[in-house]
């Protein structure tokens, strides 16, 4: 069984699987796991999410892997002051709710999701093979983290009953329209078609770290009137350190339209936009970087939680599946593990 994607979606996926004895190998092209739940780290020592901000829990079997994580001291509830803010004035954020961080940074969600796993094979995908043994794949060895093939810039893995893409819908889709090999019992184009329905907003986020506490009285805002749709104080959250730091998300409509701008660019246009967003004069920032996150925001989410197509042994999953949310992923690998596990052959 192959697993495209170590995000939460693949790592939830793969844990389902596993559980009832189905041996998986999981494929990711960066460097660790947890797709955007991520932290990055700066020269200086900084760290930011500059991924996924914090995460919600409504369903009763999350709600319940959630009390299990903050027992363990794997996540905590983020009480900073949330606001909407528009040209220096705020007012009450719009939907007051209890929301989770991972601590000490939000990667230590997806490192506990990875427990028990086998090590993710660091590669791209780059094409998907059915023949009489099942599923084989082609993959280009990445840069670090994971195992890697030894020798030659491409790689292959067969003999696979089943494979799962816990990708980002637009990537999903350009595996899917080069699949070859058996044909897939009809399903092909629908699956397809479907998948290429989706679409996902990119966004640009920025990290700014700073000398000293910035005189503001809140610790997140939803920012309105302004590129940035999100501001926040990283170090407001439990478990990080008291320096300074800051993370903007641009809206996907100045993302989209910048996307391919410079990230040096970005970050000057961001961090000029957070001055003007606060409604102060701006203080020099001790330390600056750009992050374009191409596939952050689903726009056009499937209604369903995953799909599978049984005749072919294909399924996908992702936030981009049943609701954009963290818990949405893992809802949707959780989901899909559970199909395919019923389906496995000899079960």
Not at 51 to 76: C, D, I, K, M, P
Not at 321 to 343: D, F, K, N, Q, Y
Request: glycine fraction near 16%; hydrophobic fraction near 40%.
């Amino acid at each position: 069984m192959a697993i495209v994607g170590a995000g939460l979606a693949g790592l939830q996926c793969a844990r389902e699987l596993r559980e009832r004895g189905i041996p998986v190998r999981l494929f990711d092209k960066g460097r660790r796991v947890g797709g955007r739940v991520c932290t990055r780290r700066m020269d200086s020592g900084a760290e930011f999410d500059h991924g996924a901000q914090y995460f919600t829990a409504r369903g009763e079997r999350f709600q319940q892997l959630v009390a299990e994580w903050v027992s363990r001291g794997v996540v905590a509830e983020w009480t900073g002051r949330l606001v909407q803010l528009t040209a220096g004035r705020t007012g009450p954020e719009p939907a007051a709710t209890t929301r989770y961080v991972g601590v000490p940074s939000m990667s230590a969600v997806p490192r506990d999701l990875a427990r028990g796993l086998p090590e993710v094979e660091c590669g791209r995908v780059t094409a998907l093979t059915r023949g009489a043994e099942g599923w084989s794949l082609e993959w280009e060895p990445g840069a670090g983290g994971g195992s890697e093939p030894a020798g030659g810039s491409r790689h292959e893995a067969g003999g696979f009953g089943a494979v799962v893409l816990a990708l980002p819908a637009e990537q999903a889709t350009v595996l899917l329209a080069g699949a070859k090999g058996l044909a897939w019992g009809g399903v092909e184009g629908g699956l397809r078609e479907r998948v290429a329905g989706v679409s996902i907003s990119p966004c640009w986020g920025v990290l700014l770290e700073f000398a000293g506490r910035l005189g503001v009285e809140f610790d997140g805002a939803f920012v309105g009137d302004s590129p940035l749709r999100w501001v926040a104080r990283n170090n407001s959250k439990p478990g990080r350190p008291g320096r300074e730091c800051w993370v903007l998300h641009a809206g996907p409509e100045w993302s989209r339209e910048h996307l391919e701008a410079s990230a040096e660019w970005v970050a000057g246009e961001l961090e000029q936009a957070f001055w003007q967003a606060l409604g102060v004069p701006g203080v020099g920032a001790v330390a600056r970087q750009a992050h374009r996150w191409r596939y952050a925001l689903p726009e056009s989410p499937l209604a369903e939680q995953f799909v599978f197509a049984e005749e072919a042994g294909l399924g996908v999953c992702g936030d981009w599946c049943g609701g954009p949310r963290v818990e949405g992923a893992w809802t949707s690998g959780a989901r899909l593990g559970e199909r395919v596990a019923g389906w496995w052959p000899g079960r």
